[in-house]
Structures are given as C-alpha cells and as structure tokens.
C-alpha cells in the first residue's frame, strides 16, 4: 500500500496499523500515491489544539476519519493518528483488531497510568471510545494491574540478575530468539562458560558498588538444561558466591524435558534454585516432532513429575498458541495436560512469526478475520481462570497471529517475581552473556536505559573487552540515575 503522510513523523506506527488489518503487505510512503490502494494520514495543529485526518482509498471505495487530539502531547497526537487509521482501516475491512490502536509491547502500562489519572470506570470507555480496544481485553489488563500493584520493590535499594545461556539441543523451527544449536557448536560451551564467570562478577560488584541488592536471579536460553551437571554447579556456585543474602526466587530454565535429570534437578536444589521452567510448547507429539522439537509428551509428563518430587516452590511451563497444524483441539489438549502435570506457572505465548515474509507467504493461516488463535487464547484463559491461576504479566510481540499476546498465569502464592520485575521495569536487571540486555530503571524520573551484549555466542567469548566497557558503561548509567 502507499502512505502519504503530512503534519507528523509516525511511520512507524502507520506501519504497525497497516500490519493488523494487512499482514505481509508492504508499506511504501511516498509524496503523490498511484497506485489503486492508499493511505493519507494528515495531522494538523491550529491554536494549541490537534486534528487527525486519514483517508483509505481500497480502489472502489473512499474511507474517511478525522479525529480531535485529546490531548497535545505525543501519546494524544500519536493516539489520534492511529485511531483515525484504525477506523478507516476497519471500515474497509469489518476487522476488529482486539488490542485496537495498541501496537505496542506492553499495554499494562498505558492502562495504569490511565487507570490513575481517570479511575476503572472512566478508564475503561476511555480505552474503548479511544484505544477502539474490545472490552473483553480490559478485564485481563486490570487483574495484571491489580497483581502489580501488590508486588513491591524498593529501585533505589534492590535489582535482578540475568544469565543467557544461547544454546540449545537442537533448533526449534518457529523459535524468535537468539541461540545456536550446539550440536554444531558444542565446542563454544565451556570458553562461554569461561566468559560468563568473567562477566557475573564483575556486573555483581557494580551493583553492590550503586547499593543495590539482589532480589532475583534468572537463568535463561536458549535451554540452559543443556548444561552437564559439572558446568552447571560451577555456573551456579559463580552466582551464589556474589550473593550476600538469600534471594526471593532463583529461576533456572531447564527448557527442554529432555534435558531433566535427577543428578541436575539435585544440583539445583543444593544451590538454592526455587523456580524451574519445563517447557512443552504443545503435549501433541506429531507436532513436537514437526517442529524439531526432541521429546514426547509423555517425557513432558515425566520431567514434570520428577521435579515435584524434588519438592521445588514452583515450576513455570510455556505453551504456545498457534503452532504449525496445531488445531483448537489440540491446544486445549496440551493445557489439559499442562494441567495434569500440575506445575503452578503457565505462560501462553502467540506464535510470532521470525520473518514478516511468512506473513505474505502463508496468507491462510495469518489472516486477521480468521480467530482460530484467538479462540485458542480465550479458552485458555477461561479454564486457567477456572482451575484457579491469574494473569500477572503479560507483553505482545510483532507479527504475531491473531494479534495475540503472551500472558504469565500463576498459582496465587507462586507469581514469578522476575518476569514482573523485568517485564513491568520495576527495577535494575543486570544481564550477562551473549543477546543480554541491561536495563537501568530510574525510580524518581521513570526513565529506562539499556546496555546490550553483543548477539552471538562466539563474539562474546572473543570480545572481553567490549564486556568490560559495557560493566562500566552500567556502572555509569546507575552513577547518573
Ligand atoms: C527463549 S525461549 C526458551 C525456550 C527453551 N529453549 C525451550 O525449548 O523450552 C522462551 C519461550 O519463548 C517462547 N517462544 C519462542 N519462540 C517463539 C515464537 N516464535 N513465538 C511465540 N513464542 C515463542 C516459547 O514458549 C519458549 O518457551
């Protein structure tokens, strides 16, 4: 489609719309559109108050929507842009993306600070009437607030650690993150290890040195069970040693069940690790197998049980919505045994697609109108809600399908302290290894500053220096907070 815009400088955004009602079709801006299919999408300012105008123009028909800011900072502006694309984009359509104008990552903090300023009942017809959002999204919002609001942390006194092991057993055809399968890579393992007991010290002391405590640690992949049970001990004496009081929760992500063993379930209880993450993805064999993904459910079902018997505080499993040839059926099938398993976290991610092409390629299955994802989520949600579990965080990613989001449910007394503290920016995460991101949070001011390692496996062990000057450029950072 080609975009005209005028008045303002939110392509980025138009592109995010046009993405919700046309995955895969390319946006091109340009002065004067040819083509049969546009765009325009004018903003202007006149006497301290804002107008948004969009126009569509499908070929036959012509779509028109103007909208007053409601307000003439930049969300007010931005938020009147995208709604009167919304509109003119819904109108030629009939779709009705349920998150509306939000594209963003993270709706829970649009909605606490609308929350605050306007109260529950005016904040849920604010995000209705302006946000075009569907009202059965606004209950899911306001449970996470609630959660939130409930899980204090002082940020001037306490922080979090992160440490990304990137390798896997095998790589998972959908996967979106960063990581090497180490079957061609095993030989990285131990120098990474090596760089790793480098970089956690060093990153440990700066936070001592700015007075912050630990509060959480979060070991993550990639599968950081692929570990032996040797470089895991040593890996986890390493973090403990920088500890000086007991942490509120340790999670290790063994990830795959395959890689659950007694020996290693053991390690990890001496050292103190309350949290384990067994991941199934789905509990359907065929498609754990289509998807390169090495173990059956009933492997599933097992290195769940052997990890109860270890007698951990609580154990996260992820599912995802959306799988290749995964049916409404099958979903419900896999959370009935995600169930069963009866582990306390439950995180349901929407597949995300790696490269937009898929989205043009595989039309079908990302077609909004189709809400085939969308009724997997809801059922999810209905039954994690009967059988007990609240929602206590949640974040969206792109291109997923149906728009969907990721939602962490829990146990009440089992809520995954790090995933709110990381996700919601409660406080300072300093991150180790290769792909981490550090995040610096400035309680008074709000204001959020990251410090990001290098991707891959083979730079970080070979760029020490580069990690140096990233621990100073931390150390900096929280100096200037
Ligand atoms: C960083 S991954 C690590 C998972 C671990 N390697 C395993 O196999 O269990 C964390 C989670 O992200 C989710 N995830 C990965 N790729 C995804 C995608 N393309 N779309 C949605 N969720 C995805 C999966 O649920 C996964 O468990």
């Not at 409404?328 to 697609?353: K, M, Y």
């Amino acid at each position: 489609m080609e975009v005209k815009i005028s008045g303002h400088t939110f392509e980025y955004d138009i592109i995010g719309m046009s993405l919700l009602f046309f995955p895969g079709d390319p946006v091109r801006f340009c002065a004067r559109p040819k083509e049969k299919q546009w765009l325009s999408s004018r903003l202007h300012l006149k006497d301290g108050s804002a107008v948004a105008i969009a126009t569509y123009r499908d070929g036959e028909r012509t779509y028109t929507c103007r909208k007053k800011a409601w307000s003439i900072d930049k969300e007010g502006l931005l938020g009147a842009v995208k709604y009167t694309v919304y509109q003119v984009f819904h109108r030629a359509t009939q779709i009705s993306p349920p998150w509306g104008i939000l594209t963003g990552i993270k709706p829970t903090g649009i909605y606490q600070r609308i929350l605050a300023e306007k109260g529950p009942k005016d904040a849920r017809e604010f995000l209705i009437k302006n946000y075009c959002m569907q009202p059965k999204k606004i209950p899911l919002l306001h449970q996470i607030c609630k959660v939130m609001e409930g899980v204090k942390t002082d940020c001037e006194k306490e922080a979090s650690l992160y440490v990304s092991i990137p390798f896997c057993p095998s790589r998972c055809s959908y996967c979106s993150f960063i990581s090497v399968a180490a079957e061609r890579c095993n030989h990285l393992i131990e120098p990474y290890l090596e760089a790793l007991y480098r970089e956690i010290p060093e990153k440990c002391a700066v936070l001592k040195k700015h007075g912050l405590k630990l509060r959480s640690v979060y070991v993550g992949g990639g599968t950081p069970g692929i570990l032996n049970g040797e470089q895991m001990s040593r890996l986890l004496r390493a973090i403990c040693n920088e500890l000086d009081a007991p942490l509120d929760e340790f999670t290790y992500e063994l990830g795959r069940p395959d890689t659950v063993t007694k020996e290693k379930l053991q390690i990890l209880k001496e050292m103190g690790v309350t949290r384990i993450c067994i991941n199934t993805q789905t509990t359907n064999d065929e498609i754990l197998e289509a998807v390169g993904r090495r173990h059956t459910r009933k492997e599933y079902l097992n290195a769940v049980a052997l990890t109860k018997q270890m007698g951990f505080a609580s154990i996260n499993t992820d599912l995802i919505a959306g799988l290749p040839n995964e049916d409404e059926q099958s979903f419900a099938r896999s959370l009935e045994d995600v169930f069963e398993a009866g582990v306390d976290n439950i995180t349901i991610h929407t597949l995300s697609i790696k490269r937009s092409s898929y989205l043009h390629d595989d039309k079908e299955q990302f077609d909004p109108r189709k809400d085939r994802v969308r009724r997997m989520l809801d059922h999810a949600y209905e039954r994690l809600l009967s059988k007990g579990y609240i929602p206590y965080y949640m974040y969206r990613q792109k291109n997923t399908v149906s728009n969907g989001e990721n939602v962490g449910f829990a146990r009440p007394d089992t809520i995954g302290l790090y995933n709110l503290f990381m996700m919601e920016d409660l406080h300072t995460v300093a991150a180790c290894g290769a792909g981490a991101s550090s995040k610096i949070i400035s309680g008074s001011s709000g204001r959020i500053e990251r410090v990001i390692n290098m991707k891959y496996p083979y730079e970080y062990i070979r760029e020490n220096e580069k990690i140096q000057r990233n621990t100073a450029l931390l150390d900096q950072k929280l100096g200037e907070r």
